[in-house]
T-cell receptor, first 110, second 115 residues
């Protein structure tokens, strides 16, 4: 059973701070890792994905992957109230559709 | 280029009726995935289809649920004899290929309410 674990939160950060969202996964053979953002009542939107160990930056977002520890994170710099949403971690393990965690609810306080 | 289109956006059915959810993938996408999301829960995979073929239906309940993706037209998720527990948001996603670097994009979802 492939599992993806996320802290449900809520994670509260002040505006302008760095928000750090974490995700662990059980399948050591997992190949790539996706972060989606979901506003309440809306559909998931793809933020970015990573498949190599290390960091990958895209604007205010940085994804970090550590395959040895089976750990992936998403950092949001200069957090804004508009970043308040649920962040879903999803894992691709080859020949199977994405497996999602339950998501972490982020609240950015103005 | 339109995104993934799902309809209807909201669907109300009485217990015992049938629910039909439609999904038109993005242009050029031949892979379709259906997920179900209960309130405060993550996305649960249901079924993966490629034109005219069911590739993986390991997440589909054995009874009452079926899915298709015909050569022409949208993918359909069908729920027969709905029960209150079927009330959820059903999301469809599509991708152009499969692979570790393939991005999947979601439609706006169909919110099914069974009364």
């Amino acid at each position: 059973q492939k599992e993806v674990e996320q802290n449900s939160g809520p994670l509260s950060v002040p505006e302008g701070a760095i928000a750090s969202l974490n995700c662990t996964y059980s399948d050591r053979g997992s190949q790539s890792f996706f972060w989606y953002r979901q506003y309440s009542g809306k559909s998931p939107e793809l933020i970015m994905f990573i498949y190599s160990n290390g960091d990958k930056e895209d604007g205010r977002f940085t994804a970090q992957l550590n395959k040895a520890s089976q750990y992936v994170s998403l950092l949001i710099r200069d957090s804004q109230p508009s970043d308040s949403a649920t962040y879903l971690c999803a894992v691709y393990s080859g020949n199977t559709p994405l497996v999602f965690g339950k998501g972490t609810r982020l609240s950015v306080i103005a | 280029n339109a995104g993934v289109m799902q309809n209807p956006r909201h669907l109300v059915r009485r217990r015992g009726q049938e629910a039909r959810l439609r999904c038109s993938p993005m242009k050029g996408h031949s892979h379709v995935y259906w997920y179900r999301q209960l309130p405060e829960e993550g996305l649960k995979f249901m079924v993966y289809l490629q034109k005219e073929n069911i590739i993986d239906e390991s997440g589909m309940p054995k009874e009452r649920f079926s899915a298709e993706f015909p050569k022409e037209g949208p993918s359909i998720l069908r729920i027969q004899q709905v029960v209150r527990g079927d009330s959820a948001a059903y999301f469809c996603a599509s991708s152009p290929t499969t692979g570790f670097d393939t991005e999947a994009f979601f439609g706006q979802g169909t919110r099914l309410t069974v009364v």
